[in-house]
């Protein structure tokens, strides 16, 4: 049995995350994702691999979205409505709830503002939307009768999760995008130790490690502060949902605590009407904002108001979120071509820009002119400050988590390949797991595990209850407790295999027992006339536990045990078990001894200690 | 599998009880307080005319007729008959019986089940782990509280009392006291007394809510490696849930009052328990709602007394909306009977505090009265109102389909958020917030907590109303009768009595177990004797009673034990020279218990001594002649010796052996026992031995 990995999208890059696995048959499509920095077919991931004739409903078992930003969701509605998927498909609450408002954004401002041809309507994100499933964190799912799929907390944005998938026996993780630590308004990544044979995590900051965010946070607010406090505006382009909020929570706590009056805007109503949803969605967020919830909602901005586009040219200082993020587009971009110019103006740009934006352009180096997408340029005077703090997890975070699901194997995906790489041989020799680093339309197959299963008899199961420890000492003591040794697998021919205690062995396969043992009746010479026998037997059993380690000797009138080996005074003149009777005239003692095949060595053991005398 | 019915309780209000063993685990399911019983304590009224209405007709009885004082014992109950102490919580007696110690796991079905819990916790030897669903924690934990608050009035009434034993016990005992008091202290058989106990405080809520682990829907947990415990919706009440227990011995179905098309909570979520062994229904609503036809304006229909096993097992007929639409049209008719009386100028109490009921109410009364011309406040007084209601609209996970809709809409789940910012819901902590008083206006409706009568701001507003025919008052099933009402009569208010559906019908029962199809079903002994199951030839019933053991048989099949592959490959098969289609092999490694299966691991190899893994079981026989030919093939003569059994046995052969060393060998149908004193020689013929019979 095996698994298969096939990555269609966020192959050693980031963008269009879309991977599909393939366990025991059953084919799961993680994330259906749009590459934001690509304009032609390469945005969306190589749907013809998973299927040459396009029978995706037979291809795919269901299809799971991790949260709701587009490189996760953007080529969903175009695959149920274009390309006619109509299988099943997960996201959690807010995922469900949210995603829909990011596509539609998304939408606009690609269609409203950048003139480009539709490349899908509002109604197939309505209709799309409708064959989605919600799931809760840690519900068990079971999509068909083999394949069940749980969620878990990734912390990275509202709604993110990591999905667990198992069929059969085998099981994997695919991470999405996911954040070790707490931030602002989310809590860290949160997952139970699995079984895993493949674990395939995102690798956005592969190598970076960073310490704690809050000089970065103070450094955003001290940015934002120094430019409005000199009367400049700021712009922070970003999308509706995710760190718009969490920034505004920064900003908002921060204008409350230092009394400023300078206006906060969000650039559309949908932001505002985000926040709706945030409020609604609170137990997904981190523990922290949960419990101040009892009192006040802290999705209630006091500071916040709706921006108008007459706001633009108004004099006077402001705070800007408008949409989208990365510059890539849109009303963000029309903003940034009027304010750009001015250095009193100041743009911050929170998380990760895709190349090919203008935010990107932005980030990489101080340019002073900037091409926008019609090929107007634009003069670019104003700061720019990176806001340096992230919801992904960093290298540290990877290998945790790594470290914590001890998986079989480890695919990386969603990150630069140079730092990928870099991770893979820490991750190979570091936490020696195998670790795969495949590029898009790549396929990595890795062994599943599987388990033969066998009925247990109760006898076995019982006899495994109790300890049984035995005790050795060739060269220091050994303790083993090799109780599962008493159980016997028996495979019969088109039959459930079984599993019974030894003694239960001949009974299953129609037989009957037959016992070897070995007998020897031991002759012991005695020294002094001592004609008590418990005193003979006393003295015997002292001298086998020099000799013979571990033994647990149970004595009785005229006997004595060793597991097995059970030896009795003889007193008939002629026993069947002697053997070369020297008759000396010494005082000689029978012992006739009898023991199982089991103790051949203990046996043997015992009777040369017998043969020495007392 | 033994299970134990500890109480069958009453009501939505007090949930049956069970103890159960399972795999040597002590398993309590649900920990309720049986809040009616507090009936028999006198409410805090600050007003004098009750009591003044009564004594008159007391003293009345004594001096005109003498004669009847002999009756006095059979007479009406009147107000001083109550209790006029500080109240104490009656519990589930037989809990009381079992040390709370050996309890290994708790399993809270819905909030009513938790309200008892702090008693348990208390011990000094509770250590169980305890599972209820994210939502149940938190609006009982809320429901606990609230009942911690109003209780405090009592304690500022009667002042701090802190006997161990509770006077008022004591006088209860007397002659002269009504027998109906009497049962609900001491109970029918009269032993009840110990299930008295002295309510929780905050902290012992607090203590009791750190040791939970709340849980989601379908979240599967692991109890102790052996049992895996998942929460499924009932469609009873926000977050409440039926249980399903998957062990190595089999799995168990625990289905408690569940409704299958649900306007609030998630509905009935009954395709997971499909095709468990063992299935215990516990179910005792329609119990109740047969008996009940009182005054009340509401009444269920009285079920059909034998029912017998429709054929059509279809699921529609589960999930059919009838129960559901019936349920909302009693909604209807209190908002209506409601607004009627606001129009009248009379004012509303609903001591409804079901808070599934509660949300609709608030929803439907505030849209109703938005759409018609009438001016009338609602008010909400309770000390948990305001989190509660707020609580409501932030788990659209826990809720209804319908209510998710509105979640993807990006509406509140309940409309009360609107009508509350709006003004037109106003929320009060208490009967004397100060803002209560600003903005009070008469006619109103107001909903109260507690459907007892007895505590809370529902007492002082009943008083206050009580004498105004013009006024409704809306109350929970089975409050009117007996003792509910008695502290304040004469009542000229309109009474409206409704009861709800609080679980399965007893018609959709059949149905409904054909489709869990589970092997064995134990079902309360009353229940059986109302459906008649013989249609049912596939699936075994048995009946239990309340407080008494029942054993059930395991059905399942042996447990099955998971081996690893790579564990597998290193066991060194046998083929047997019997019987070809057989493989057998000796098990290494540690078996454990993970997950609810028992699993074979590669443990901590054990180095077996230089590897001579000798068999240590054999089967079969041998015959002299081949054993002889064996041993003349490794260079040991023999000669052979028929059976010269001194017992006269048969089929005792001997082998002597002369060469290299003397020995003799005894070959009987039972075993083979090899006589020397050679050790080699020994072995030799053991070999020998071992190539003849088949072994592990």
Redesign the interface.
């Known amino acids: 049995m095996a698994i298969d990995c096939l990555v269609l999208g966020a192959g050693q890059e980031i963008g269009k995350s879309c991977v599909v696995v393939t366990i025991n048959g059953k084919r799961i499509m993680f994330d259906c994702g749009m590459h934001m920095g690509c304009d032609d077919h390469n945005r969306y991931p190589d749907f013809s691999l998973v299927s040459k004739s396009g029978d995706f409903d037979n291809a795919i078992s269901c299809i799971i979205i991790t949260h709701f930003h587009m490189d996760h969701v953007g080529a969903l509605p175009y695959f149920t409505e274009v390309c006619g998927y109509n299988g099943p498909i997960y996201m959690s ?1 807010p995922t ?2 949210l995603s ?1 408002l990011m596509l539609e954004d998304y939408r606009r401002v690609m269609v409203d503002r950048r003139g480009e041809d539709e490349l899908f309507t509002t109604a197939h994100i309505a209709n799309c ?1 409708k064959k989605v499933i ?1 799931i ?6 079971q999509v068909d009768e083999d394949l069940q799929i ?1 969620a878990y907390y990734a912390g990275h944005v509202l709604g993110a999760v990591m999905v667990y998938a198992k069929v059969g ?1 085998a099981a994997i993780v695919y991470t999405g995008d996911y954040n070790m630590t707490t931030d602002r308004h989310l809590g860290a990544a949160k997952i139970d130790r699995l079984q895993l044979d493949l674990l395939i995590s995102e690798s956005t900051y592969a190598t970076t490690i960073r310490g704690s965010k809050y000089p970065r946070e103070r450094e955003f607010l001290q940015a934002v502060h120094k430019c409005v406090a000199g009367g400049g505006k700021a712009l922070i382009p970003s999308f509706a949902l995710g760190r718009a909020q969490e920034l505004c929570m920064l900003l908002d706590d921060y204008w409350e605590r230092m009394n400023i009056k300078v206006p906060i805007y969000f650039s559309s109503g949908l932001t505002i ?1 985000a926040n ?2 945030y ?5 997904w967020t981190s523990q922290n904002v949960k419990e101040k ?2 009192t006040h909602n802290p999705f209630d901005f006091k500071n916040v108001k709706d921006f108008d586009r007459s706001l633009i040219h108004a004099p006077g200082p402001c705070v800007l979120f408008a949409t989208p993020g990365m510059l890539c587009a849109g009303f963000s971009l029309e903003v940034f071509k009027h304010w750009a110019p001015s250095p009193l103006n100041l743009v911050a740009l929170p998380g990760y820009s895709v190349a090919g934006t203008v935010g990107h352009k932005l980030m990489s180096g101080k340019p002073t002119t900037v091409d926008l997408y019609n090929g107007t340029k634009v003069d670019v005077r104003c700061k720019i400050h990176q806001v340096a703090f992230s919801p992904h997890t960093d290298a540290k975070g990877i290998m945790d988590l790594t470290k914590f699901l001890s998986p079989k194997n480890v695919v990386l995906v969603h990150g630069e390949k140079p730092s990928m790489m870099i991770l893979k041989d820490k991750i190979t020799s570091e936490l020696d797991i195998p670790c795969f680093v495949p590029a898009n339309g790549e396929t990595v197959s890795v062994a599943s ?10 006898m076995f ?1 019982k006899s ?1 209850s109790s300890p049984n420890f035995k005790f ?1 000492n060739s060269t220091q003591l050994r303790v ?1 407790d ?12 088109s039959k459930k295999a079984k ?1 019974v205690h ?2 239960e ?2 009974e299953v ?1 129609h ?10 009746c ?1 002759p012991v010479k005695v020294k002094g006339e001592s004609d008590n026998d418990a005193d003979l037997i006393k003295q015997l059993s002292e001298k086998i536990l020099k000799t013979v380690s571990g033994a647990q000797i149970h004595e009785s009138e005229n006997c004595l045990q060793i597991g097995s080996f059970k030896g009795t005074l003889c007193l008939k003149d002629k026993c ?2 002697r ?2 009777i020297s008759s000396s005239s010494e005082a000689v003692v029978f012992f006739c001894c ?1 023991w199982s ?2 103790d ?1 060595e203990l046996g ?1 053991e015992v ?1 040369n200690v017998m043969k020495q005398n007392i | 599998m033994k299970l134990t019915c500890l109480s069958k309780g009453d009501g939505f209000h007090y949930p049956p009880c069970h103890m159960l063993n399972l795999c040597g685990f002590r398993i309590l399911i649900d920990c309720p307080l049986d809040l009616s019983a507090i009936k028999i304590f006198s409410p805090v009224i600050s007003c004098v005319a009750s009591e003044a209405s009564k004594y008159p007709s007391d003293e009345s009885l004594d001096a005109q007729n003498p004669i009847q004082k002999k009756h006095k014992l059979e007479r009406q109950l009147t107000f001083a008959d109550l209790v006029c102490e500080e109240p104490w919580y009656k519990t589930v007696k037989p809990l009381h019986l079992w040390d709370a110690s050996f309890i290994d796991i708790v399993l809270i079905s819905n909030p009513m089940g938790l309200l008892g819990l702090p008693f348990l916790t208390q011990n000094p030897g509770f250590s169980a782990k305890i599972y209820m669903t994210e939502a149940t924690a938190k609006i009982g934990q809320l429901m606990m509280e609230d009942l911690v608050s109003m209780h405090a009035e009592f304690r500022c009434f009667h002042g701090p009392d802190n006997s161990s034993f509770p006077g008022w016990i004591k006088n209860l005992d007397r002659e002269q006291v009504p027998a109906l008091l009497k049962k609900v202290v001491f109970g029918e058989s009269g032993d009840d007394l110990g299930s008295w106990m002295r309510l929780y405080s905050l902290d012992d809520i607090e203590s009791c809510m750190k040791k939970v682990q709340a849980v989601k829907f379908a979240e599967e947990v692991c109890y102790n490696g052996t049992l895996i415990i998942k929460a499924l919706s009932s469609g009873l009440d926000i977050g409440a849930c039926n249980w399903l227990i998957n062990g190595p011995n089999g799995s168990l179905s625990y289905v408690s009052d569940s409704i299958f098309v649900s306007h609030h909570a998630r509905n009935f979520d009954f395709h997971g328990l499909k095709g468990t062994d063992v299935l215990i229904y516990s179910d005792f609503s329609s119990l109740q709602s047969a008996e009940v036809t009182e005054n009340g304006c509401i009444s269920p229909d009285p079920d059909n007394n034998y029912i017998s096993t429709t054929s059509s097992d279809n699921k529609d007929s589960l999930l059919n909306t009838e129960d559901s639409l019936e349920e909302m049209e009693k909604l209807e008719f209190i908002c209506s009977c409601a607004a009627e009386s606001a129009d009248a100028g009379g004012s509303t109490l609903i001591t409804i505090t079901r808070i599934g009921i509660v949300l609709q109410l608030l929803e439907l009364m505030s849209n109703s009265l938005e759409s018609s011309s009438l001016k009338v406040p609602i008010f909400v007084i309770s000390s948990v109102a305001e989190e509660l209601l707020a609580y409501t609209n932030t788990i659209p996970e826990w809720l209804c389909e319908q209510q998710q809709e509105k979640l993807i809409s990006g509406e509140p789940s309940f409309g009360h958020l609107k009508f509350i910012k709006d003004k037109k819901i106003h929320l009060f902590p208490a009967i004397h917030s100060p803002n209560l008083i600003t903005s009070w206006q008469e006619p109103c409706i107001i909903f109260a907590p507690h459907w007892s009568l007895r505590l809370g701001p529902s007492v002082q507003l009943l008083q206050r109303w009580r004498g105004d025919p013009k006024s409704l008052l809306v109350l929970e099933d089975g409050i009117s009768s007996g003792l509910g009402l008695l502290p304040f009569r004469p009542i000229a208010m309109k009474i409206l009595q409704c009861s709800f559906l609080s679980g399965i019908r007893l018609q959709k029962l059949p149905t409904l177990l054909s489709v869990l199809q589970p092997k064995i079903v134990l079902v309360p002994d009353a229940v059986n004797q109302r459906i008649n199951f013989a249609a049912m030839k596939t699936i075994s019933i048995l009946n239990y009673f309340e407080n008494k053991t029942l054993r059930v048989p395991r059905i399942a099949d042996n447990p099955s034990v998971e081996i690893t592959t790579d564990l597998a490959s290193k066991l060194s098969w046998r083929k047997l020279r019997q019987r070809e289609n057989f493989g057998i092999a000796r098990l290494k490694g540690g078996l454990l218990m993970e997950d609810g299966k028992h699993r074979l691991v590669s443990g901590l190899e054990q180095e077996e001594s230089s590897g001579k893994a000798r068999p240590l079981r054999h089967w079969g026989s041998v015959a002299p002649e081949s054993l002889l030919d064996a041993l003349l093939k490794i260079g040991i003569k023999g000669s052979l010796e028929q059976s010269i059994g001194e017992t006269g046995s048969d089929d005792n052969s001997i082998i002597h052996i002369a060469n290299p060393s003397s020995g003799l060998i005894e070959v009987s149908e039972m075993g083979t026992a090899i006589i020397t004193d050679d050790e080699n020689v020994a072995s030799q013929v053991f070999q020998a031995i071992d190539g003849i019979l088949d072994g592990i």
């Open positions: 609450y469900k709830a829909p939307m919600a809760d964190l840690k519900q068990t799912i749980r026996d009407q709706m949803y409020k609604m969605l609170i137990s919830h009892n595990t599987t388990y033969i299963k066998a009925n247990a008899s109760d199961l495994c050795s083993t090799q109780r599962t040794a008493d159980g016997v697998l028996v495979i019969e021919k599993i030894q003694d062995v001949s396969l037989e009957k027992n037959h016992v070897v043992s070995l007998a020897y031991c069947v078990h053997r070369d009898n095949a089991a051949l043997w009777i």
